[in-house]
């Protein structure tokens, strides 16, 4: 069994076929947590999870959004209590965070009003959270210093310093395409399995070569590639597939407690 811990089959690019690649994740032993980015993508994520036992969603507004929308708690609030006591199926607040890359940056003060509004529904709701990190770890790392939660910090490609400092707050790092574009092998070697998870990110972070190595011509990532993300780990820290497997899932279980 593995578990994608961050995939996004609620987006347009699976729009026509969301059903086909869900399918095909499941008859490989794949699960998976689709991770809303505003409003209408949480709802959809929701949607597809109450569809497939193995499928599970996060809400949240993603901070390049919160230029455009603003955070209503109780709208998103319903998407997690409109079934009685709440849907099982939503497993974590995301994404969110901060992403100050390029123009992104100039609308500082309106994410960091977003972020900490939905912190604050995190800890009203008791789950954890998946956050957005791009250009902004030190404010960050300052924020969650002063709240109490749990979470990963999605698609790390910082310094190793940075992976620390979130490990020992008792934060996962996630693990994913990303680190094809960035030397990830000493914060890799340095993490213990225990706290990381694995992500594909689709439809984004193509493992393009290991695709091509097999013959492959792919132009859209997908849960079923997740594999290729287990397979550099392993070889990285020198330990078998299935060692990562089995760990990087039991995490996902104990982080989101499914």
Not at 180 to 207: H, N
Request: charged share 30%; net charge negative.
């Amino acid at each position: 069994m593995l578990i994608d811990t961050h995939a996004h089959l609620n987006f347009n690019a699976f729009k026509s076929d969301f059903d086909e690649v869900i399918k095909r994740s499941l008859a490989e032993d794949i699960w998976m947590i689709n991770v809303g980015s505003n409003y209408e993508t949480s709802k959809k994520a929701v949607e597809i999870a109450e569809k497939y036992n193995g499928v599970f969603a996060a809400i949240g507004l993603h901070p390049i959004h919160a230029k455009d929308e603003e955070f209503d708690i109780e709208k998103y609030k319903k998407l997690v209590l409109s079934r009685g006591e709440g849907s099982d199926k939503v497993v974590a607040i995301g994404e969110i965070g901060l992403d100050y890359f390029k123009d992104y940056a100039v609308f500082k003060d309106k994410q960091k009003k977003v972020f900490f509004e939905q912190l604050e529904l995190t800890k009203e709701l008791n789950l954890p959270v998946i956050f957005h990190c791009r250009k902004a770890h030190d404010d960050l790392i300052e924020i969650l210093e002063n709240h109490q939660v749990q979470g990963v910090i999605h698609c790390f490609s910082g310094r190793w310093s940075q992976a620390k400092q979130y490990l020992d707050m008792g934060f996962y790092l996630g693990i994913n395409g990303i680190m094809y574009k960035f030397d990830l092998k000493d914060v890799i070697e340095k993490t213990p399995l225990e706290k990381i998870l694995i992500e594909t990110d689709c439809p984004y972070l193509l493992p393009s070569e290991a695709l091509a190595k097999e013959g492959l011509r792919v132009t859209r990532n997908e849960p079923v590639f997740i594999k290729y993300i287990v397979q550099d780990i392993a070889k990285i820290k020198g330990i078998d597939f299935q060692k990562v497997a089995e760990t990087t899932f039991q995490n996902a279980k104990n982080l989101f407690r499914i």
